[in-house]
């Protein structure tokens, strides 16, 4: 199984500023996933990061907004940009399983609140 | 539009006795359907998943049954343990492997002493 750390736990900001989000895997990973979930709402995917080319983003999601990076095989950012009150959500990372189980681990996450 | 909807946010169940979460999708792609469990401050875990060419997949105590005609999957946990009290998430993709899982908004179920 994969362990994934997610860093700040949780944050409280204010309107226009930014916030990053690292996501570190134990494990080499092509592919890592970003999703929100928004209060009372379901895990919703912002974007998929793939080492060495640009994340690929879910409709609603645009880089400007969300930035990402993923600088190695075990490494990830998610930026929040210009925040205001409506992101503020649980940001959680995850990767898929490797050994064909078609599922994927998941961060503890990242719980946002913007004043 | 949901495609993937769990129409209880909340159920509560006395310890021993069977829990029952319910979860309905729109989409007719759907191929294969996750369970996933969440306790506070962590990340959903997988539980359970089932392929559409199944209508029952059972594991331990967790069993989930497939209605494809009626768009329908369901959780059961039997017996239920105190343990078990967490928000459960019904997910479901267009394919086996396919990266873009779609969640629903979660049931939260309360397992009572």
């Known amino acids: 199984s994969a362990v994934i750390s997610q860093k700040p736990s949780r944050d409280i900001c204010q309107r226009g500023t930014s916030l990053t989000i690292q996501c570190q895997v134990d494990?080499?990973?092509?592919?890592m996933f970003w999703y929100r979930q928004q209060p009372g709402q379901s895990l919703t995917l912002i974007a998929t990061?793939?080492?060495?080319?640009?994340?690929?983003?879910e409709s609603g999601f645009v880089i400007d907004k969300f930035p990402i990076s993923r600088p190695n095989l075990t490494f990830s950012t998610l930026t929040v940009s210009n925040m205001s009150p409506e992101d503020s959500s649980i940001y959680l990372c995850?990767?898929?399983?490797?050994?064909?189980?078609?599922?994927?681990?998941f961060g503890p996450g990242t719980r946002l609140t913007v004043l | 539009d949901q495609q993937v909807k769990q129409n209880s946010p909340s159920l509560s169940v006395q310890e021993g006795r069977i829990s029952i979460l319910n979860c309905d999708y729109t989409?007719?792609?759907?191929?294969?359907f996750l369970w996933y469990k969440k306790y506070p401050a962590e990340g959903p875990t997988f539980l359970i998943s089932?392929?559409?060419?199944?209508d029952k997949n059972e594991d331990g105590r967790f069993t989930v049954f497939l209605n494809k005609s009626a768009k329908h999957l369901s959780l059961h946990i039997v017996p239920s343990q105190p343990g078990d009290s967490a928000v459960y998430f019904c997910?479901?993709?267009?394919?086996?492997?396919?990266?873009?899982?779609?969640f629903g908004k979660g049931t939260r179920l309360h397992i009572l002493p």
């Open positions: 997910a479901a993709s267009a394919r086996r492997g396919d990266d873009k899982i779609i």
């Open positions: 995850s990767v898929p399983v490797a050994g064909g189980t078609d599922t994927q681990y």
């Open positions: 989409n007719s792609m759907f191929d294969y």
């Open positions: 089932i392929s559409s060419i199944k």
């Open positions: 494990s080499q990973v092509t592919m």
């Open positions: 990061a793939n080492q060495g080319s640009e994340a690929t983003y």
